[in-house]
C-alpha cells in the first residue's frame, strides 16, 4: 500500500513532470476505479499537485480537482503515447507534448475521482484524518491524541486518525526507530515511550522519503522499501 514515503515522491515528481502540461483527452480502461462527479477535464490544464495523508490531488484549472485513493496496488505512469500499456492500466490521461500521465492499479481497489472543488468534502476519507505526518505538531497535542484510543501501537498508528499518511511499513519505521513493542498496547505506554513515538513519527518519515526519493532515481512506478531499517 503506498505510504506517506512514497507518495510524497510522487507528488514531488508530478509537480515537476506534471503542473503546466494540458489534458487533450482522457481514456478510461477500466471504469471499476472511476468516480466522475464532472465531465469537462479535456483542455483544462494541471496547475498543483498536493499530497493529503495516502491521497493524492491533482488541481486544474477552472476549479477542478483529481483525486487519487491509491489503496492496496495503485500507481502513476508518466510515459510517451507510444510507450506500450499495461494491462493494469486503468486511465489515461493525454497531455501536450506528446506524454501520457496513466493511472495504473493491479486489483482496482482504489479510486480516481474528477470533481469540482466544492466536491471535496463529497470524497470519502479525505477530510476525516488526523494531522499529517510530516506536519508539524507539539508533543503534548501529540500524548492528548494517542491517550483517547485503546488498543495495540502499531494499529492505532496506521488507523489514520491519531496520525496520516502512514501503513505498515511506516509504522514498522517509527516504532523501530522509537524502540517501541508494536503490539504494546496504548494505555501501557509511558510518557518517555510517547515522546519518543512522537520524535520518530515525523523524523523517521524524512529521513526514509529522502532516500526513497534518492532510489526512485527520478521515475514513477518503482515501489522501493529497501530503505526500511526495520525490514
Do not use: W
Not at 148 to 154: Q, R, S
Not at 182 to 193: A, G, T, V
Amino acid at each position: 500500500m503506498p505510504e506517506a514515503v512514497e507518495m510524497e515522491v510522487v507528488k514531488d515528481y508530478l509537480t515537476q513532470n506534471l503542473v503546466g502540461n494540458e489534458v487533450s483527452e482522457a481514456h478510461v480502461l477500466k471504469p471499476s476505479v472511476l468516480k466522475l462527479l464532472q465531465d469537462d477535464m479535456n483542455g483544462r490544464t494541471f496547475t498543483k499537485s498536493i499530497r493529503r495523508c495516502k491521497f493524492t490531488l491533482l488541481e486544474l484549472s477552472g476549479n477542478r480537482a483529481i483525486v487519487i485513493n491509491p489503496k492496496l496496488t495503485g500507481g502513476f505512469q508518466f510515459c510517451p503515447t507510444k510507450q506500450r500499456v499495461r494491462k493494469r492500466t486503468c486511465i489515461l490521461l493525454g497531455l501536450n507534448g506528446d506524454s501520457q500521465l496513466r493511472y495504473t492499479d493491479d486489483r482496482q481497489m482504489g479510486m480516481f475521482y474528477y470533481v469540482s472543488n466544492d466536491q471535496l468534502n463529497e470524497v470519502p476519507g479525505l477530510n476525516d484524518q488526523g494531522p499529517d505526518v510530516l506536519d508539524d505538531f507539539d508533543l503534548e497535542d501529540s500524548k492528548s491524541r494517542f491517550k483517547g484510543f485503546h488498543g495495540e501501537i502499531k494499529g492505532i498508528l496506521t488507523c489514520g486518525r491519531v496520525l496520516s499518511g502512514i501503513g505498515n511499513a511506516c509504522a514498522d519505521e517509527i516504532l523501530f526507530d522509537a524502540k517501541v513493542y508494536p503490539f504494546k498496547h496504548c494505555k501501557q505506554l509511558s510518557s518517555d515511550e510517547l515522546r519518543r513515538i512522537h520524535h520518530s513519527a515525523r523524523q523517521a518519515i524524512v529521513d526514509a522519503t529522502l532516500l526513497d526519493r534518492d532510489r526512485m532515481n527520478g521515475q514513477l512506478g518503482h515501489k522501493l522499501r529497501d530503505f526500511l531499517a526495520s525490514h
